[in-house]
């Protein structure tokens, strides 16, 4: 009898060993995934923390005139040019500013702020039928001022086109890679204290 009872403690203890291992071997398996798919998201991430850039040409004739008056009114004198305008703009989302932690106990991925697009513009001037007045020359602060409306001027025909969209489109086409990877492994992104549900809620991170 007393062997007996040894023998099914031996048992026991050997089952609770034999439990005790397989816990612990689950347990870091289970971690060393979720440290795998925190590296996997990060590595994600930072693939598309890169510029976006949209970029389009806008080509366009200008009359830039000025006149002074002196003596009252009396005389003034006239300076005009013909400005050929081919201009290079850029709308750019530096994903390098994106703001994100990643929760790797939680399984989730938190979005706490996104970049803003800036629009950047370089007019190329070439400039044709530059007539100076008699009292009314050309001067460099001139020049800069055309440079200054044109590319004003451009700025707000961007606003007023598509390629802000399609800037947006662009952005949100990265965030999404993120969103389709993250849930795929069960993980749960959060922007502005919501969990996105799907990939067409990726539209309101531009709200």
Known sequence: MKNLKTLIAGALMMLAI?????????????????????????????????????????????????????????????????????????????????????????KEIVFSKLPQPSININPNLNFYELDNGLLNTFEAKDFNNMKQKISK????????????????????????????????MGWTVIYNGNSVENAIEITNFLD
């Open 18 to 106: 034999v439990l005790v291992y397989d816990y612990i071997k689950d347990y870091r398996t289970e971690q060393a995934n979720l440290i795998a798919q925190s590296e996997l998201i990060e590595q994600e991430v930072l693939s598309v923390s890169k510029l976006i850039v949209t970029e389009i040409n806008y080509g366009k004739v200008y009359t830039y005139e000025n006149s002074k008056s002196y003596g009252w009114d009396f005389f003034s004198s006239q300076k005009k040019a013909l400005v050929v305008s081919n201009a290079k703009a850029q709308v750019i989302y530096d994903l390098k500013n994106l703001e994100y932690k990643i929760d790797s106990k939680r």
């Open 153 to 184: 001027d451009i700025e707000r025909q961007i606003r007023k086109s598509d390629v802000l969209k399609n800037a947006d489109d662009r952005l949100l086409s990265e965030l999404t890679r993120i969103f389709v990877l993250s849930n795929s």
